[in-house]
């Protein structure tokens, strides 16, 4: 056991380093980026109208939110795996994802002023890791089977 920390030292401290990143950037999310949907999806929000924003404020903020949350996605999964395939997969899909989130969040935002769960769960997916907790398990999986 203790050789097997010795071994992966230094995989274990870049993953509590990147797990103590994430939880400063939830921490301190109100005063790094400006969010009003950080109150409103707080409030009953169900019946109210969206919040007035800044849009060009909202999207860097929520661009750099996502881009921080990347960066320490693919150091995470790069320590784990150190494959470089898996890695370019993984920024080629956060990239994807950044297009396709951003469109789908000003596009409800504009166009569907009553859509407040779907808008609620998009922007969960922008501003929070979550694709890393779905990448880790699967590319665990395919090694697990690559390597039969």
Sequence with gaps: ???NIMKYGVEILTAIFVVLCFGLIRTF?????????????ELDFKNLPFPKVDSFKLFCGLFLRYFLNTILSLILIYALFRDREILKFSTFLYLFFLVVLFVLFFAILNCFPDAN?????????????IFVLLFIPAFYYQQLNFKK
Excluded: A, H
Aim: charged share 25%.
């Design 1 to 3: 056991m203790r050789s």
């Design 117 to 129: 769960w779907l808008l609620f769960y998009v922007r969960r997916f922008i501003i929070q890791p």
């Design 29 to 41: 999310e109100s005063e790094l980026f400006y969010d009003p949907f950080l109150e409103y999806f």
